[in-house]
């Protein structure tokens, strides 16, 4: 290795502990303001501020301190991980859901300790691909972690037979003791009913389901409860099941919204109990294929990304084969039909394959204003991870081959399209992404080849020259405010790691970070935004006030 990142990491770890932690609490904040050090703040919309210590934000953190220990062999790392840990747990933990204040709607007072949450989303509990690092929460007590995976489920999921989930959970209440014995698994979607699925009152969003499909995982892993595993496999079936059956294309949900009102005339109101909110916006253009489920052109990082990653390590978890094989499926179809190899870019589209590139909504909706033009996306290398640790736990012909094809066209060189042993690799590349540090260091682990590694630690020096500024990880020089969660530090520590041989020992990486996610006044007018937008986004060139910090 040309030059360790060890001291810098220290640095970076131990600056940003230092200046993010409140006087009188270990707790911490969830972002630095990198031109006077101050704590990301939330901005109400009547004017005042909260100092933001969301623990569900600082999961990734969390693991950087933990693994610096397995680095380094120094245990002050872990301890503070642990020490932060263990006032949370004591302080914020639901005595009687179970449910940790923490998540999409609510945080910490940094400075007062007070539980706070964003306007217009009532405070409850919400996980959407954050993956807590369960097994430090687990460490530090046990007996809270165990309750808070039982009560999550509990709070989340409204009618066990018919599997009506709400990403929204309620504090407060009581749960019967052994949740997951209590029901028995019936089936939900009916393939053979195709396209129709069933309508639920909540929303079974593939994000807030990976969270609890992910919780069920680590309970049983934790417990030997075989029903909690059964309960993890069966929600995610459902979601195999709702599967387009001639593409094999994955869904965002597996249900379709009920109405329960009269459609507004005003497009632009978008609840969901109006009902399937695709066919609202796309039903009179394309008939049946229009339902939340099949949209593969709004976001499809949870789908392609998140949630396949999750599953694999569930997986691995309940060392079942056939969820392996689940997974890769739904991998396989979505980049057979959404990914140009040729331009190595994704396609916007129906998971029956349908292109929409092109495609101009002809009405306000859920999906974007009136006028939207639907475009064609670079892929982004985190797909090749996807495609990477998928490839390791299988020989699946199909998989490799995307793979082998992914790892060219990103023009890192050639794999072995049967071994994904490479026959050829790049001496340097542009990419600047924590995501190719990852798949290159696990092929890396897979062949013995250490070209890869040195391939991986160019991609890390990228990663220090475009997103490193005086001490601060920050999407560009311009940007104000640096995240905790970012996950670019751990890359570096997962490069540090693979050099002294223990990468097998760190914590896995997943999850891009937590948000907040609520209303505040932009421009005069109440939004429901993201911190990581109105936050995390924000530069110093911008005229206007910021509406977060000072």
């Known amino acids: 290795m040309k030059t360790s990142f060890l001291p810098l990491l220290n640095d970076y770890y131990q600056r940003m502990t230092k200046q993010a932690q409140a006087k009188s609490t270990p707790l911490l904040a969830d972002g630095i303001d990198v031109h006077n050090g101050r704590p990301v703040y939330w901005a109400y919309p009547d004017g005042s501020r909260a100092p933001m210590s969301n623990f569900a ?17 120094n245990a002050h790392y872990r301890e503070q991980a642990h020490q932060l840990t263990q006032y949370f747990l004591e302080h914020y933990s639901d005595p009687k859901s179970g449910l940790f204040h923490w998540g999409g709607h609510r945080f910490i007072n940094r400075d007062t300790g007070d539980i706070e949450g964003p306007a217009g989303k009532a405070c409850v509990h919400e996980l959407k691909h954050h993956f807590p690092f369960y097994d430090l929460l687990h460490q530090v007590s046990p007996e809270k972690t165990t ?38 698994p019936h089936q939900v979607v009916d393939p053979s009913l195709w396209p129709d699925l069933p309508e639920t009152v909540g929303l079974t969003f593939v994000n807030a389901s990976t969270d609890l499909i992910y919780a069920a995982c680590h309970y049983y892993k934790y417990t030997g409860d075989s029903d909690a595993s059964k309960w993890a496999k069966h929600l995610y079936h459902q979601f195999v099941l709702a599967r387009n059956p001639e593409t094999l294309m994955p869904v965002y949900q597996f249900s379709s919204p009920k109405q329960r009102e009269p459609e507004p005339e005003d497009d632009r109101i978008t609840f969901s109990w109006f009902g399937d909110r695709a066919r609202r916006q796309f039903g009179k253009e394309f008939g049946a294929i229009a339902r939340e489920a099949n949209v593969l052109f709004r976001d499809n990082w949870p789908v392609i990304i998140d949630n396949p990653l999750a599953m694999l390590e569930c997986a691995d978890l309940l060392q079942d084969d056939e969820l392996t094989d689940w997974v890769i499926d739904g991998i396989n179809a979505y980049f057979r039909y959404a990914w140009d190899e040729s331009t190595n870019e994704i396609i916007p589209m129906w998971n029956n394959g349908q292109d929409m590139t092109g495609y101009v909504f002809q009405r306000d909706g859920y999906y974007g204003d009136k006028g939207t033009t639907l475009k064609r996306q670079p892929t982004d290398p985190a797909c090749l991870l996807t495609l990477v640790r998928a490839g390791i736990r299988s020989d699946n012909a199909d998989l490799r081959t995307l793979t082998a094809k992914m790892f060219a066209s990103f023009k890192l060189g050639r794999l072995n399209a049967q071994t994904l042993h ?22 890396e682990q897979l062949t013995g080849d250490h070209r890869l590694y040195e391939l991986a630690e160019n991609v890390g020096e990228n990663l220090i020259r475009e997103h490193y ?48 996610h609520g209303e505040q006044k932009i421009d005069g007018e109440i939004k429901i935004v993201y911190d990581l937008d109105v936050i995390y986004q924000q530069t110093i060139e911008e005229p206007t006030p910021l509406p977060c910090g000072q």
């Open 57 to 73: 934000s600082q999961q990734n953190f969390m693991r950087g301190l933990v693994a610096l220990s397995e680095i380094t062999g």
């Open 422 to 443: 490479p026959t050829e690799v790049a001496q340097e590349t542009d990419i600047a992404s924590p995501y190719l540090v990852f798949s290159l260091l696990e092929l």
């Open 469 to 516: 500024f005086d001490g601060y990880f920050l999407p560009s020089v311009k940007h104000r405010f640096a995240r905790l969660d970012d996950p670019t530090p751990y890359a570096l520590i997962a490069l540090e790691a693979a050099r002294k041989g223990c990468y097998q020992q760190i914590p896995v990486a997943i999850s891009t970070g937590g948000y907040l």
């Open 147 to 184: 309750k808070y995976l039982q009560g999550f489920w509990a709070a989340h999921v409204s009618d066990w037979h018919k599997l009506d989930l709400s990403r929204h959970g309620e504090y407060g209440q009581p749960f019967p003791d052994r949740i997951f014995h209590q029901f028995e």
